[in-house]
C-alpha cells in the first residue's frame, strides 16, 4: 500500500505539480530570458512534456492586449 501511495504522490508531482509551476515560469520569464535560460525552458518543457501536455487546454500564451493611445 505505501508503495502504491509513493507512485500515486510522485506521479501527481510528475504530471501536476511541477508542470503548473514551470507554466508559471515560463509565463513570466518568456520574454526577457537569456540564451542560456532559454535552453534551460526548452529542456524544462521537454522533460515535463507529458504533464504539460495533460494542462495544456488550460495553458494560454497569447500576449497580452496592448492598449492603443490616440
Given at each position: 500500500?505505501?508503495?502504491?501511495?509513493?507512485?500515486?504522490?510522485?506521479?501527481?508531482v510528475?504530471?501536476?505539480?511541477?508542470?503548473?509551476?514551470?507554466?508559471?515560469?515560463?509565463?513570466?520569464?518568456?520574454?526577457?530570458?537569456?540564451s542560456?535560460?532559454r535552453g534551460?525552458?526548452?529542456?524544462?518543457?521537454?522533460?515535463?512534456?507529458?504533464?504539460?501536455?495533460l494542462?495544456?487546454?488550460?495553458?494560454?500564451f497569447?500576449?497580452?492586449?496592448?492598449?492603443?493611445?490616440?
Amino acid at each position: 500500500m505505501l508503495v502504491a501511495l509513493l507512485y500515486l504522490a510522485i506521479s501527481g508531482v510528475y504530471l501536476v505539480v511541477v508542470p503548473a509551476a514551470l507554466y508559471l515560469y515560463l509565463q513570466k520569464r518568456w520574454y526577457v530570458v537569456s540564451s542560456f535560460e532559454r535552453g534551460f525552458m526548452y529542456f524544462l518543457v521537454f522533460f515535463f512534456f507529458p504533464g504539460l501536455l495533460l494542462l495544456s487546454p488550460f495553458l494560454n500564451f497569447r500576449p497580452k492586449r496592448r492598449q492603443v493611445q490616440g
